[in-house]
């Protein structure tokens, strides 16, 4: 049973770039939720895709964008990156059917450094 | 908006003895869920323990047991018989019962060091 995957693991951009960070859910999961986690605090919620649309957002601009495929994987995208971009993402998945539907498993993360 | 609170930045251990990690949250919901996830250095953040909050009894798994006490809206993880292998960053979250606002909501974590 495949968990949740991320790519790429580590990622260097410079100021004013924009990058793609993928995530593919884990199986039977139809659910996936992003966060942003700086160093040394917890998650960031940054928002929550199902069926295909954004459903929730967290208190992040605009440049911060996603999708959601139609198997269920997604990509973050980050337009104009800014130091304070620097963090390490994740991507979380849950499914909306069966047991334990508000419990999220995460991946191992994206760590990005902006320069 | 929900908060959740974990003021201890720090706590050490004994190996095989027992340590309480603290959290506080606050919410004005009644039906919700509470979590502690572990993440090691390598940065995989894991599921611990859940409970829900409609539940009286505490959950447990293996060394790992909670006390939640709803009125005091504190939720604290307990940890048996220490390993070596639970030195990590432990977050307490919050989320709301599922629905279309279940996102998860994280304290800024406490970093647990076990002490051979």
């Known amino acids: 049973d495949a968990g949740v995957t991320q790519s790429p693991t580590h990622l260097i951009k410079t100021r004013g770039q924009q990058v793609t960070l993928r995530c593919s859910p884990k199986?039977?999961?139809?659910?996936v939720s992003w966060y942003q986690q700086a160093l040394g605090q917890g998650p960031q919620f940054i928002f929550q895709?199902?069926?295909?649309?954004?459903?929730q957002r967290g208190n992040f601009p605009d440049r911060f964008s996603g999708h959601q495929f139609p198997n269920y994987s997604s990509e973050l995208n980050v337009n104009a990156l800014l130091l304070g971009d620097s963090a390490l993402y994740l991507c979380?998945?849950?499914?909306?059917?069966?047991?334990?539907?508000?419990?999220?498993?995460f991946g191992p993360g994206t760590r990005l450094l902006v320069l | 908006a929900q908060t959740v609170t974990q003021s201890q930045p720090e706590m050490s251990v004994q190996e095989a003895e027992t340590v309480t990690l603290s959290c506080t949250y606050d919410?004005?919901?009644?039906?919700?869920?509470l979590f502690w996830y572990k993440q090691p250095p390598s940065r995989q953040m894991i599921l611990v323990i859940r409970?829900?909050?409609?539940?009286?009894q505490n959950a447990t798994e293996n060394r790992f047991s909670v006390n939640f006490q709803k009125a005091a809206k504190s939720f604290s993880l307990k940890i048996s018989d220490s390993q070596l292998g639970d030195a990590a960053m432990y977050f307490c979250?919050?989320?709301?019962?599922?629905?279309?606002?279940?996102?998860?909501?994280f304290g800024k974590g406490i970093t647990l060091s076990v002490r051979p």
């Open positions: 979380a998945s849950s499914s909306e059917t069966g047991t334990n539907q508000e419990t999220q498993y």
């Open positions: 919410t004005s919901e009644s039906d919700y869920y």
């Open positions: 979250a919050y989320s709301i019962r599922r629905g279309a606002n279940s996102k998860l909501t």
């Open positions: 199986s039977g999961h139809d659910t």
């Open positions: 895709y199902y069926e295909e649309e954004e459903r």
């Open positions: 409970q829900e909050a409609y539940k009286q």
